[in-house]
């Protein structure tokens, strides 16, 4: 799953993190880092109204975890699920500073495997699901998490061959595919972002059927 050994939500977003010894990065490189405003307008066309109960699933620190927060706010909640308690812990941090009325569980799980939730609204799940190699069981108890009618807003890597960083990337025609082969309908592409770690990076969102 995700390498350890570095940050993956903060890599995997494109996000750099840059020492005092390579400060004079070029303006390329400035212009492709994304920030949280890339982060909300990933987001925000897949979000109808504020409110509603949501998860973050490989949240890590919370960078888009922080748009979730701006776009549903005060009147919404979010679980927040991630392996890595480290990250969430500064999340959680990040968060009280910018939304401390927001109602946030974050939860220390890996989220492959059965997670206790209550029916959701909708789901984000961005640059995550590029860790998970059989992506169909995920999708299927993804959708089962969602109530009729419920959103699940993926963020990718607009590709389908990766690296040790990001193994098992998706373009969004291929999500396409594998959304609709594990019963969701609607999907749409929202917006895209260029990326300096694989060209670009795409939102889109799904619907779970209402019965």
């Not at 390329?28 to 909300?40: K, P, S």
Request: aromatic letters at 8%; charged letters at 20%.
């Amino acid at each position: 799953m995700r390498p350890r050994a570095i940050n993956s939500k903060t890599l995997s977003t494109g996000i750099l993190t840059i020492s005092s010894s390579s400060a004079c990065y070029s303006a390329r490189e400035r212009l492709l880092t994304m920030n949280h405003d890339d982060h909300v307008a990933l987001l925000k066309d897949g979000i109808a109204a504020p409110g509603g109960v949501w998860a973050d699933f490989g949240a890590g620190s919370g960078a888009f975890t922080l748009a979730l927060a701006e776009l549903i706010g005060v009147q919404g909640s979010i679980y927040a699920v991630d392996r890595d308690p480290h990250a969430l812990d500064e999340q959680a941090r990040r968060l009280r500073q910018r939304f401390p009325a927001l109602h946030v569980q974050h939860m220390a799980a890996d989220f492959t495997q059965p997670l206790d939730l209550p029916p959701l609204d909708g789901i984000v799940m961005a640059n995550a699901l590029h860790f998970v190699r059989a992506k169909n069981p995920l999708l299927q108890r993804l959708r089962a998490y969602l109530k009729p009618g419920g959103r699940l807003l993926l963020v990718e890597y607009n590709v389908d061959t990766g690296n040790r960083w990001v193994p098992y990337p998706l373009s969004y025609s291929t999500w396409q595919e594998i959304a609709q082969h594990n019963g969701f309908a609607e999907t749409r592409k929202l917006a895209a972002r260029p990326s300096r770690f694989l060209g670009e990076i795409y939102s889109a969102l799904s619907f779970n059927p209402a019965r």
